[in-house]
């Protein structure tokens, strides 16, 4: 459903916020082995969250990545994807149809068009400090 890069960069702002709850800030490298992600990678993504000020980058020799800690509840998981996939999630075709609209349905059209409403409201409506505070209690993961 998501880009893998943006995949990587929900897991990074989910990792970065878990951090800035305890006033650590990261490195791209700490990030990227910790999103299983390669590093490059990692830090072009990180760029986009900063270009779109979803998180904070830190020069310096104690500098890094952060959340200011009263922006985590307030930053939603739509912010992130916005971020790094643009907003084609909520319009895009479910086969992957070029042309796929009402006039034009691709065969799931109507079906997914439920889904895609559901998506919208479920990242419009999560906040980052709701999926740190699950990391830090234990009740969910980022990695296995």
Known sequence: MFSKACEYGIKAAIFIATK???????????IASEINSPQAFTAKILQALVRNNVINSIKGAYGGF????HRIAKVKLAE?????????IYSGCGLGLEKCDENHPCPVHDKFKGVREELKMMLENTTLEE????IKSGTSFLRV
């Open 20 to 30: 800035s709850y305890e006033g650590q800030r990261v490195s791209p490298k700490e």
């Open 66 to 69: 952060e959340i200011e800690k």
């Open 80 to 88: 992130i994807v916005n971020a790094i996939d643009g907003d084609s």
């Open 131 to 134: 999926l740190a505070l699950n």
